[in-house]
């Protein structure tokens, strides 16, 4: 695992051993930060379910100006501090130890950010409390763009009823990416 561009490229990162957490494949990473190129240059990136802390990182090496990274697993999180510390990026960077409920509460005060990235536990509908949650935050607004990886079963047919619209999908042999803004 690595940074495929931008200011830190090239570097490997470190990834928490074990079955607990699923790091986005390099191949699936770089697909998806071309798509979203143009969208990151000064960005507030927040990064849910954070694992290894990769997405941000990725997102900060290619131009975004802050990344809130939340992550409750505790080896998870130690990973993230590592990662962060050999890329030198801690000054654009704030971590939050907890569940991303909690996490997202304690945002209220933060200005809009422009991309959220999520990557949940599949098939948990996980990603249908963290929509229903952030659907009301004064930090995500109609420019704000909402990207969750999910496993190809997942069903995004509720999100017009929370008052999202999917503005693109991209699907891979194992999972996919959805897009979504407020409608």
Avoid: W
């Avoid at 979203?36 to 900060?60: C, R, T, V, Y």
């Avoid at 935050?137 to 763009?145: A, G, H, L, Q, R």
């Amino acid at each position: 695992m690595r940074v495929i561009a931008g200011n830190n490229r090239g570097l490997n990162l470190i990834a928490p051993e074990g079955m607990d957490t699923r790091p986005t494949t390099d191949r699936i990473k770089e697909t998806l930060f071309n798509m979203i190129a143009f969208d990151l240059p000064d960005a507030n990136f927040l990064d849910l379910f954070a694992g290894s802390g990769q997405m941000g990182i990725e997102a900060l090496s290619r131009g975004a100006k802050e990344t809130v990274f939340v992550e409750k697993d505790k080896k998870a999180y130690e990973c993230i501090e590592k990662n962060l510390d050999k890329a030198r990026l801690n000054d654009k960077s704030t971590l939050i130890k907890s569940d991303f409920s909690l996490a997202l509460n304690s945002l209220n005060n933060h200005e809009c950010f422009d991309i959220v990235f999520m990557d949940p536990p599949y098939n948990k509908l996980i990603e249908k409390q963290v929509l229903e949650q952030l659907k009301d935050k004064s930090y995500i607004d109609e420019n704000t763009t909402v990207i969750v990886e999910a496993s190809l079963e997942t069903n995004f047919d509720y999100v017009a009823d929370l008052g999202y619209e999917i503005t693109k999908e991209k699907i891979y042999k194992t999972n996919k990416h959805i897009f979504l803004k407020k409608a």
